[in-house]
């Protein structure tokens, strides 16, 4: 989906609800994926396994809630959550109360 054929004014918006529907229950499998014992890398890896220790009421509220505002791309081998500005950890406690 381009941004050209999102911002048509004569777009399928049904078209369009589909695909969002698509990613989004795509979205919900990935991270559900995430939340078993699997080895997860890099600094939001490291951040969803300390999560994984809460104990968490309704996981499927969570997901349904989370999916849809996740910025998930594809690197070709694995998937990146960072955002534009990225994730770094911290080198202190000082640059942590930073965050």
């Given at each position: ?87 770094t950890k911290p080198h202190s406690a000082q640059d942590a109360k930073a965050r």
């Amino acid at each position: 989906m381009t941004q050209l054929y999102a911002s048509n004014p004569q777009q399928d918006l049904s078209l369009f609800e589909e695909i969002f529907q698509q990613m989004t229950e795509f979205k919900i499998d990935l991270i559900e994926s995430w939340l078993d014992d699997q080895p997860l890398a890099g600094g939001a890896g490291e951040k969803i396994v300390e999560m994984r220790t809460i104990p968490i009421k309704d996981r499927a509220a969570l997901l349904a809630q989370t999916a849809p505002h996740a910025n998930i791309r594809a690197t070709g081998h694995s998937w990146c959550i960072a955002t534009e500005r990225g994730y770094t950890k911290p080198h202190s406690a000082q640059d942590a109360k930073a965050r």
